[in-house]
Structures are given as structure tokens and as C-alpha cells.
Nanobody, 115 residues
Framework: VQLQASGGGLVQAGESLRVSCEYSGSISRINAVGWYRQAPGKQRELVARFTGSGSTVYADSVKGRFTISRDLAKNTVYLRMNSLKPEDTAVYSC??????????WGQGTQVTVSS
């Protein structure tokens, strides 16, 4: 499975941004996809993901501001980020999970929010 993230950039606090992740390869085996982020000096954390049943899970810090969506025809998952805050600054990476234990990562895209 290959994942290619795009759409990061530099925005001001309060602005919006959408990042995209196109995945390819053994798509039929993918059980879940999602977005994670890692800020400098911090551990990588979940932002939002689709579970195997299609439901969504969000980190508390982004609930109400971020929305994960996907286009199955395009094999693409999106993350719409509204009301961005400086603390949202991080490298955002997409991930695909294949049971039982495999996880694949894209290269990440930088999102920087200035105050």
C-alpha cells in the first residue's frame, strides 16, 4: 500500500486548510484509514480516522473543527481543518491499516499555523 499526502502549507490562525491523501496498492485489504500528526518534540498522535465499520473517530482537540471524509472512487481521504490554531502546527501523515497488524504510512505534509 502506498499513500501520498498533499495540501499542507502555511496559514494564519483562524483560517482553514484541506489536506488530501491518495492511497494505492492492495486497497481491498485496507480496513481503516486516518490522519495523524506529529509536532516538534512531541509524539505522533491520532487526529481523525475511519474505522473498519466506516465510523469516524476524532481527537478531542480537533472535534468540531476538523472533518475527515473520503472519496472511495478516487481512493482518497481528506482532512478539512477549520479554525486552525498555532497548536495545530505539525507534520500530518495519513495511515492505512490492514489486519491483523500491518500499518502503512504516507510521507507527511507540513501544516504551519501562525498566530
Amino acid at each position: 500500500v502506498q499513500l501520498q499526502a498533499s495540501g499542507g502549507g502555511l496559514v494564519q490562525a483562524g483560517e482553514s486548510l484541506r489536506v488530501s491523501c491518495e492511497y494505492s496498492g492492495s486497497i481491498s485489504r485496507i480496513n481503516a484509514v486516518g490522519w495523524y500528526r506529529q509536532a516538534p518534540g512531541k509524539q505522533r498522535e491520532l487526529v481523525a480516522r475511519f474505522t473498519g465499520s466506516g465510523s469516524t473517530v476524532y481527537a478531542d482537540s480537533v472535534k468540531g473543527r476538523f472533518t475527515i471524509s473520503r472519496d472511495l472512487a478516487k481512493n482518497t481521504v481528506y482532512l478539512r481543518m477549520n479554525s486552525l490554531k498555532p497548536e495545530d502546527t505539525a507534520v500530518y501523515s495519513c495511515s492505512a491499516e490492514i489486519p491483523p497488524l500491518s500499518r502503512y504510512w504516507g510521507q507527511g505534509t507540513q501544516v504551519t499555523v501562525s498566530s
